[in-house]
Every structure is written in structure tokens, then in C-alpha cells.
């Protein structure tokens, strides 16, 4: 029903930047919720950063004043500039729709490295 593709991971030196794009497609409300979730090796799937479809953001601390997240509505696509990176910024980066009948939908993640 809904389809949420990735691209936009790889790796980096620390300090460095990278960015992530996520592209939806399918039966998707004008009103939802995009973002960033990720997950290191042996943790959790932790949320990075979200914004909803009238454009309010939420980050968690950790990435607060280095990551940004934007969204294109017209294009269904959401963003993440990733500035100043970090060698524990490393993880596997998901990228989730939720959409407004309160079903989630989660791309197949893209791998972020950054080395120290």
C-alpha cells in the first residue's frame, strides 16, 4: 500500500556531512508524519528526528543543531542533512510514514559509517 525507498547513506569521515532522502509512494493522507529513526548493532531503533505534513519538527537531543529534516509534500519525500557527524552517529537509518489511519509504514533502512 505504501512504499518508502531510501538513498543518500554511505560513509564518512567524522565530522563530515551526509544526506538522506526517503521517497513515498501509495495510498498516503495528505496529513501525516515523516522521519528518521536508526539503529545501532545491539540497540534499540531510537527516533533521529520527525516532522509532520504542516511542517513541525521534533529531534531527539543527540542530533539537536547538527541534523536537519525537511519534507517536500508535492514530491512525498522527507530529508535529513546530517552535519557534523559523529563516529556514534553510526547505524542503520530508517525512514517511517505515519500516516493519518495511524498505520506505520518503514523503508528498508540505509547503512550510515562514520569513522573516527
Known amino acids: 500500500q505504501v512504499q518508502l525507498v531510501e538513498s543518500g547513506g554511505g560513509l564518512v569521515q567524522a565530522g563530515g556531512s551526509l544526506r538522506l532522502s526517503c521517497a513515498a509512494s501509495?495510498?498516503?493522507?495528505?496529513?501525516?508524519?515523516m522521519g528518521w529513526y536508526r539503529q545501532a548493532p545491539g540497540k534499540s531503533r531510537d527516533l533521529v528526528a520527525t516532522i509532520t505534513s504542516g511542517g513541525s519538527t521534533d529531534y531527539a537531543d543527540s542530533v539537536k543543531g547538527r541534523f536537519t529534516i525537511s519534507r517536500d509534500n508535492a514530491k512525498i519525500t522527507v530529508y535529513l542533512q546530517m552535519n557534523s557527524l559523529k563516529p556514534e552517529d553510526t547505524a542503520v537509518y530508517y525512514c517511517?510514514?505515519?500516516?493519518?489511519?495511524?498505520?506505520?509504514?518503514w523503508g528498508q533502512g540505509t547503512q550510515v559509517t562514520v569513522s573516527s
Open positions: 501509495g495510498r498516503i493522507f495528505r496529513i501525516n508524519t
Open positions: 517511517n510514514l505515519h500516516n493519518a489511519d495511524g498505520r506505520d509504514y
